[in-house]
T-cell receptor, first 115, second 114 residues
């Protein structure tokens, strides 16, 4: 079993739809959870960063972490064609001088928002 | 502030050759991590450098190596290239304040091995 599982999609939605992206993980030591967006032929760009369980909102984006279920989500409201990209979840055990530089990524979900 | 830069952006090599990729982190960032991205395996951690020392290493063969210089710039080297080494190699930098800092990625170097 991979440490992080993410449905690769592709996921196609109409403009304005609410998008839900999810990852599950197996390692209970993960404490830091991130969502990155990657456009074609570009490096990943950080969207959301969450520590431990809870919700975090930033504009049209909401990240949720449920450590008891080992499940994280990213919601995109009022999706736009410019949101079309691959979304990668990532997580880390954190800790000073430890594994903080080692992010474990899901394989990414390819999202297409149709005008 | 300039982002993470990687050179070269594209590279074509043949099997058996070796290659060196370069990464310049964001000014002030002290930690540099390297990742390999392929369609089959996704993004996989190669290694992390901090203060010119390798602090973490992923599960890759010894053909993959790296180093960091005193100005935090980093290089990674792949010797005896194999077809399976064809991938996008990404470098990420972070401040390293003592917690799990945000990693900022460069655009990557796309390596093709023929």
């Amino acid at each position: 079993q991979k440490e992080v599982e993410q449905d690769p999609g592709p996921l196609s939605v109409p403009e304005g739809a609410i998008v839900s992206l999810n990852c599950t993980y197996s390692n209970s030591a993960f404490q830091y959870f991130m969502w990155y967006r990657q456009y074609s032929r570009k490096g990943p760009e950080l969207l959301m960063y969450t520590y431990s369980s809870g919700n975090k909102e930033d504009g049209r984006f909401t990240a949720q972490v449920d450590k008891s279920s080992k499940y994280i989500s990213l919601f995109i409201r009022d999706s736009q064609p410019s949101d079309s990209a691959t979304y990668l979840c990532a997580m880390s055990k954190g800790g000073y001088g430890g594994s903080q530089g080692n992010l474990i990524f899901g394989k990414g979900t390819k999202l297409s928002v149709k005008p | 502030k300039a982002g993470v830069t990687q050179t070269p952006r594209y590279l074509i090599k043949t099997r058996g050759q070796q290659v060196t990729l370069s990464c310049s982190p964001i000014s002030g960032h002290r930690s540099v991590s390297w990742y390999q991205q392929t369609p089959g395996q996704g993004l996989q951690f190669l290694f992390e450098y901090f203060s010119e020392t390798q602090r973490n290493k992923g599960n890759f063969p010894g053909r993959f190596s790296g180093r960091q210089f005193s100005n935090s710039r980093s290089e990674m080297n792949v010797s005896t290239l194999e077809l399976g080494d064809s991938a996008l190699y990404l470098c990420a930098s972070s401040l390293d304040t003592g917690l799990a800092d945000t990693q900022y990625f460069g655009p990557g170097t796309r390596l093709t091995v023929l």
